[in-house]
């Protein structure tokens, strides 16, 4: 990093925090990067380590998480989601620290009736917190064909993004006494699970067990991302083409118009634009410029 640490405090910060780190820059092999952590063989590593599937039956879901944990960077994954009637279950893709405090930055696809979209459930939490919701539908069928959704986690922002199209961003409003995810390394998890008490219209409408086993697929994993070491180490740079990916990473032009493009036609819930749930006024990061 050298002396360009110095130039503002919000590169300092990064910095100190790159001490402990060090960079990775890869293609997945689910066998190496991932363990199957709960659903009694309902996970499956297959194809040379190269595809991975969740199930949920009426018994129980399942779910994987990194060996690894990271601490800032770009985290791909291709995602194939429950086709059919997939209403009342949810297929959960995030990046999560743990404890009471945890930070975490949220994917969470919300199954529906055969026909109707699916919504995408984005969250944020810091230091325990959450209640910043927004929610999509996506302009593809997403069960038909693997489709990538990437998280960009700067110090500076998380920007989530959908096959390379930003579809949010949320900056660092420190200044203005906002909590952000900056200290806590995280693990990637992911788990398929029954929330028909919630998922799907509220909870109107139930899973329909008969159309069990219901199953995801994922493939393509690729981190440009920084390990939590423990270790006194530089965030040494591994890879000369992608390895600075994520660092330089802001939106242009053309990425400002891609986002102005899916918040104007597919956002469906903004908790920003929530009145009845804040009354007293919006969340104070909700009053500034979105990118």
Known sequence: MGSSCNVVSMALLACLVLNSLVFVAHGGDFYQDFDLTWGDKRGKIFNGGKLLSLSLDRVS???????KEYLFGRIDMQLKLVAGNSAGTVTAYYLSSQGPTHDEIDFEFLGNLSGDPYILHTNVFTQGKGNREQQFYLWFDPTRNFHTYSIIWKPQHIIFLVD??????????ESIGVPFPKSQPM???SSLWNADDWATRGGLVKTDWSKAPFTAYYRNFIANACVWSGRSSSCAKTNSVSAGAWETNELDAPGRRRLRWVQKYFMIYNYCTDLKRFPQGVPPECKRPRF
């Open 61 to 67: 879901g399942s779910g994987f998480q990194s060996k």
């Open 187 to 189: 693990r990637i998890y």
């Open 164 to 173: 390379n199209i930003p579809i949010r961003v949320f900056k660092n409003a």
